[in-house]
């Protein structure tokens, strides 16, 4: 089993739809909880992060931590097709001061218009 | 200002020969991140360097994997007689390591290596 785990998809949803995006991992020593977004031949670009449980918004993105259930969640509001790409979760521990993340696979995500 | 850019963009090379892949990272960003991105899967930790030293080189696979960065600054990692299994793209990610952003790291592009 991988220490993080993430439905590859693809997701298709209709423009204007709300989008669940999740993850669920193993280690309990993770604390940071970042999303990435990764557009086809480019390189992932940060959406969120969140330390430890809890909720975080951004706009149209809302980010949530559940450590008791070891899950997370990103949602996206009032989806466009500029936001078909492909969505990492990623975490980590601060083991060593290196914040090195693991990744999950990645959700393949379509907004068709 | 400009963001972090990787040499070259595709590497196409025959199984056994040697390949030099380079980072250059965001300006200031003492911290600096190399992965692994292979088809359908997410990036996969090499090596990890702050300053010039390798901090963490937990990630390379084998022996044949080598990286630098010999000013704290540009990044070159190393593959010795490259295997078709090589075949991914490499990614290289720089940050700043203070406490309050340690794991907010950007990307670069990647360098797409083909071994045939």
């Known amino acids: 089993q991988k220490e993080v785990e993430q439905d590859p998809g693809p997701l298709s949803v209709p423009e204007g739809a709300i989008v669940s995006l999740n993850c669920t991992y193993s280690?309990?020593?993770?604390?940071?909880f970042m999303w990435y977004r990764q557009y086809s031949r480019k390189g992932p670009e940060l959406l969120m992060y969140?330390?430890?449980?809890g909720n975080k918004e951004d706009g149209r993105f809302t980010a949530q931590v559940d450590k008791s259930s070891k899950y997370i969640s990103l949602f996206i509001r009032d989806s466009q097709p500029s936001d078909s790409a492909t969505y990492l979760c990623a975490m980590s521990s601060a083991s060593g001061g290196s914040y090195i993340p693991t990744f999950g696979r990645g959700t393949s995500l379509i907004v068709h218009p | 200002g400009a963001g972090v850019s990787q040499t070259p963009s595709n590497k196409v090379t025959e199984k056994g020969k040697y390949v030099e892949l380079r980072c250059d990272p965001i300006?200031?960003?003492?911290?600096l991140y190399w992965y692994r991105q292979s088809l359908g899967q997410g990036p996969e930790f090499l090596i990890y360097?702050?300053?010039?030293?390798?901090?963490?080189d937990s990630g390379l696979p084998n022996d044949r994997f080598f990286a630098v960065r010999p000013e704290g600054s540009v990044s070159t990692l190393k593959i010795q007689r490259t295997e078709r299994g090589d075949s991914a793209v490499y990614l290289c990610?720089?940050?700043?390591?203070?406490?309050?952003?340690?794991?907010?790291?950007?990307f670069g592009p990647g360098t797409r290596l083909t071994v045939t």
């Open positions: 280690n309990s020593a993770f604390q940071y």
């Open positions: 969140t330390y430890s449980s």
């Open positions: 300006s200031g960003h003492t911290a």
């Open positions: 990610a720089s940050s700043l390591s203070t406490s309050s952003s340690p794991y907010e790291q950007y």
């Open positions: 360097f702050q300053g010039t030293g390798a901090a963490d």
